[in-house]
């Protein structure tokens, strides 16, 4: 009987051992993979509404929650050994904003989650099966920047009446900026606007040459094709377009803060912000494949008044009630 008991008696100090141990063993703390295109400085504030939407789920960087950044600087070449360093980190999901750093994301792994927010339909560019049912590791949000091609040029009728023909500013290298172009040509054929390429190559475009190509071939307005390679430069694109007395559109209303005219775009800190819900769910045990790929519904006009009366603009009184923003 006291064998019995002594036997008991040892066998529940070696699971009491066991549970001791497990519980001084520290908590692996999570891991993201941050991937970006272009600076550090020109994603501020994106990494600060990244960070901000995990604060609010209760994740704190350097405690609970441990984030990789990487910046490709504007030098696209560089992306897919960026992916890979990020892949042999083993990081627990990988976030991916932009077109190339997606695909080169799509092809480093099929087993890390992926997190991604998108210009471009990304059933159409084969990132994903569907909305519904993404399949695979990828999963995310789509901005629906391309499908907003047409109403930025509707817009940009409207501010500037009589307009013919329209520089396309985008960088010529980008596969994601190429399809971008190519949905502007089909919505400029319906509205009879000829446009014109003002095509850049990275990672220091020659923004100077493109708007003397644009003043040259007597373009009446201007748009710019949001790309990891712009988008350290939206003050210096603003000032050339005010220096050429060119209405610009935008894709985001950092260039129109910057002292561009007019932006029509989702909120795309907001956008980075919903990134995190996606990441807490999965690092919570949930599979991309099972994660619908959202696409917002809230989109923002923004125009600069004060640009305006520089380039000497009258911005229409139904453009402007229709403002969600207005900067004097």
């Known amino acids: 009987m006291r064998k019995k008991i002594f036997i008991s008696f040892l066998a529940a100090l070696m699971l009491s051992s066991v549970y001791i141990a497990e519980a001084q063993q520290p908590k692996k703390v999570p891991r993201i993979g941050f991937l970006f295109g272009a600076s550090s400085a020109s994603n501020a504030d994106r990494t600060d509404a990244f960070r901000q939407g995990l604060r609010d789920l209760g994740y704190i960087e350097g405690k609970n929650i441990l984030i990789e950044y990487r910046f490709a600087e504007r030098k696209l070449d560089r992306v897919p050994s960026l992916v890979t360093e990020l892949v042999q980190l083993q990081v627990d999901v990988l976030v991916v904003p932009f077109q190339e750093g997606i695909v080169a994301a799509k092809q480093a792994t099929k087993t890390i989650p992926i997190v991604i927010s998108t210009a471009q339909d990304p059933v159409a560019t084969g990132i994903i099966d569907s909305f519904a049912r993404p399949g695979g590791n990828i999963t995310g949000l789509t901005r629906r920047t391309r499908e907003l091609s047409g109403k930025r040029l509707e817009l940009l009728k409207e501010v500037v009446p009589g307009i013919s023909r329209v520089g396309i500013l985008w960088n010529a290298d980008s596969v994601g900026a190429s399809l971008g172009f190519k949905e502007y040509e089909a919505a400029a054929r319906a509205l009879e606007i000829q446009l014109q390429s003002l095509g850049v190559r990275g990672p220091n475009p020659d923004l ?121």
């Open 208 to 328: 100077e040459s493109a708007f003397q190509s644009a003043s040259k071939e007597r373009a009446s307005a201007l748009i710019t094709i949001r790309n990891p390679i712009l988008t350290d430069y939206p003050k210096l694109i603003a000032d050339l377009a005010t220096k050429n007395r060119l209405p610009s559109m935008h894709e985001g209303s950092d260039y129109v803060e910057a002292g561009g005219l007019v932006s029509y775009s989702d909120d795309d800190l907001e956008v980075l912000r919903r990134a995190t819900v996606y990441v807490d769910k999965i690092l919570k045990g949930a599979k991309p494949a099972d994660l619908p790929v959202e696409t917002p519904t809230k989109f923002e006009l923004v125009i600069n008044l004060k640009t305006a009366k520089q380039i000497g603009v009258t911005i229409p009184d139904s453009v402007l009630y229709r403002a969600d923003r207005v900067i004097k």
